[in-house]
């Protein structure tokens, strides 16, 4: 279905529906402050191979993110960071940034790649923060792509929602998504390092 949910004061019923779908195992598309996303709840394998299975990717190839409402999950899926990283972070975030950790032992293991890192967003989007905050853990996120050479990622949810109607359970129509994806910052390496430049400039 496609669900209509303004980005300014969303809709509680309508932030209700979309966590009922994804307790139930549901996938989801859906806002951030850069591009739409795909996303399901991280406790729920069965969505995660689902999510990897529509992008024809393996699960522990995936390069897929945590959407988190705030810091407060960091401490449990990412490794202790030292307080220097922790204030960048806070000053960045909510923002248009991934952040890359060494991963815990509770991120799941489907996900734990090789590398055993992850990657953490604070999206500065509140339909995104608030369905994360009810559910009350992160989601699995993924980017959704555009096959157009030209144009990297899809901002027209109605759009997306034609093209991914019968894969996935809810899109969201928060407006217009933008085309420019995330700025990734390592934060495993010393000194760390922007390893894709996106929308977000990183100060200091």
Excluded: W
């Amino acid at each position: 279905m496609l669900l209509k949910i303004y980005p300014e004061n969303p809709n509680p019923k309508a932030i209700e529906q979309v966590v009922a779908c994804l307790k139930k195992g549901g996938v989801i598309i859906y806002p951030t402050d850069t591009v739409y996303g795909m996303g399901c709840d991280i406790t729920n394998h069965k969505a995660i191979e689902r999510i990897c299975q529509i992008k024809g990717i393996k699960p522990e190839k995936a390069n897929l993110s945590f959407i988190c409402y705030d810091l407060s999950h960091l401490a449990q899926y990412t490794k202790p960071v030292d307080t220097v990283i922790f204030r960048m972070l806070k000053s960045h975030l909510p923002g248009p940034f991934t952040f890359i950790f060494n991963a815990s032992s509770l991120v799941p293991k489907l996900l734990n790649s090789k590398k055993k890192t992850v990657g953490i967003r604070v999206p500065d989007n509140d339909i995104a923060r608030e369905i994360v905050n009810q559910l009350g853990n992160p989601i699995v996120s993924t980017s959704i792509h555009d096959e157009d050479e030209i144009i990297e990622y899809s901002t027209d949810p109605e759009l997306i929602y034609e093209k991914y109607q019968d894969l996935v359970d809810i899109v969201i129509d928060g407006g217009y998504g933008d085309n420019e994806a995330s700025t990734v910052v390592d934060c495993t390496s010393d000194p760390i390092e922007v390893i894709r430049q996106g929308k977000g400039i990183l100060e200091g």
